[in-house]
């Protein structure tokens, strides 16, 4: 089948990290998977190949795409991503890299193509493994730490604070609209519903 596009969730595997900042990746595939199961047009089906990734079959926006959560652990997610990309014949510019971002606070997004990955392991591994960095990057905001002592890797794998939790649903479900814009109208357009997005309250502290 020729698959048009696939769309990458970052994270890490295991319930330890499941509702940690590091996982939004995961989180909005979970939520395109758990839509199109309750939704028979969407055609959702798991694809069963490798212990590198789970992988779904979808149509959303009306072509046939894959969904993707690498599970190598997060400094891994390049073997994945190549392997899914390899295997189904996507190429790197038909790749969508869903992950969290530290200099963007909670409830902002930025929808990009290549650029640098601000020490994102998951991204460089990605951009090591396609051999490019042009790819496009979902951003979704998770902060930083108002301490300004305290280690960004420990800041992503911890849970989201109460607050902010309270709005997840709310940012993915946005984001989830704006793929849906990227491909069917274009990624002007998309650029402009992702990137206006805000929530009221304020960054996590």
């Excluded at 990746?25 to 212990?51: C, P, Q, Y």
């Excluded at 519903?193 to 309250?201: D, L």
């Amino acid at each position: 089948m020729d698959y048009k596009g696939v769309i990458v969730g970052l994270g890490n595997p295991g319930e330890k990290y499941a509702q940690t900042r590091h996982n939004i990746g995961f989180m909005l595939v979970d939520h395109i998977v758990s839509m199109a199961e309750s939704r028979k047009s969407m055609h959702v089906e798991k694809i069963d190949e490798s212990g590198d990734y789970e992988l779904w079959r979808i149509k959303f926006a009306g072509a046939y795409r894959l969904l993707a959560k690498p599970v190598t652990y997060m400094n891994l997610s390049g073997k994945a991503v190549s392997k899914i990309c390899g295997r189904h014949g996507v190429k790197p510019e038909n790749t969508i890299v869903v992950h969290d971002e530290i200099d963007l606070p909670i409830g902002r997004m930025k929808l990009k193509m290549g650029g640098g990955n601000n020490g994102h392991n998951g991204l460089e591994s990605v951009q090591d493994r396609l051999g490019t960095p042009d790819f496009y990057r979902l951003r979704l905001g998770v902060g930083r730490p108002q301490n300004q002592y305290k280690d960004i890797s420990e800041w992503v794998l911890e849970p989201f604070l109460e607050e902010n939790a309270s709005h997840l649903p709310e940012i993915i479900q946005h984001a989830c609209k704006g793929l849906d814009i990227f491909y069917r109208r274009g990624v002007r357009f998309a650029t402009q519903h992702i990137n206006r997005f805000s929530i009221t309250e304020s960054a996590e502290s």
